[in-house]
């Protein structure tokens, strides 16, 4: 490992949780610094004027950015694939890595990776969304092998509100779904302050909980030569594959 790991995030430009929660999983381990770059979003619908939103030239300029402070990965930390179809995060990274040619990933695929790890096939699901943004993201799931056997949404499309949502309003929602017994469950939008309950919910539950501001950071510490084991107290994935 570096002296320095500089790890790179883009960023919705209306997302409040991702960045301080993101610094506070990294804060105890030395030599390590994550640094964000913003492009516009501002809702989350399937309309066509929500969907622009997430066209690659905006992205990859905020990715060529992050490139000018020399970072040693650049994550797409949002769920965009989600509904967009996987292969956008897959089409994203090989884009951000031919033009900085520094390794990209998502929280996304970071999160299939460990559902493929995990031989998770059936999964709760917990969003923020709308009802037609959560079928879609049941639906793409669906299609590559993974059954959503229970699942809550709170109907909200403006992206700054997702960060308002109360920690017992999702502590709630991540009860009911344990109710169903999936293999795991997917808190699912980097702008629910979800993360920081994780460990006491896997602990109340029983259950893995993904947290998909963690599984970026898990991915960005593998792929930089940083073992995500360091990070303590915000659930057991990152003491999963060691």
Known sequence: ?????????L????????EPVTCAMLADIPGVSVHF?????????LSDRALHQFNLA????????????????????????????????VQLCQQIEAITQIPATTSILALNEIFARQKI???????PYLQEVQQQIIHNYRQAGWDCVAEQ???????????EV??????????????????????????????PLVEALEQETGMAIYDTIAVVVWKCLQLTGVDPGLVKGWGRLFQQFL
């Open 37 to 45: 770059s913003r492009f516009r979003v501002t809702e989350i619908a």
């Open 153 to 163: 949404h709170l109907e909200r499309q403006n992206n700054f509100s997702f960060s």
């Open 11 to 18: 960023t919705p430009s209306s997302n409040t949780v991702l």
């Open 58 to 89: 905006p992205i990859l300029e905020a990715a060529q950015l992050l490139a000018d402070a020399q970072v040693d990965v650049i994550a797409w930390n949002g769920t965009s694939a989600g509904w967009l179809g996987f292969d956008a995060d």
């Open 166 to 195: 109360s920690a017992a309003e999702i502590g709630s929602m991540v009860r009911t779904v344990a109710a169903a017994q999936p293999q795991a469950i997917t808190t699912f939008c980097t702008n629910l302050r979800a993360a």
């Open 1 to 9: 490992m570096k002296n320095s790991i500089r790890i790179g995030m």
């Open 121 to 127: 096939q059936r999964f709760g699901l917990v969003t």
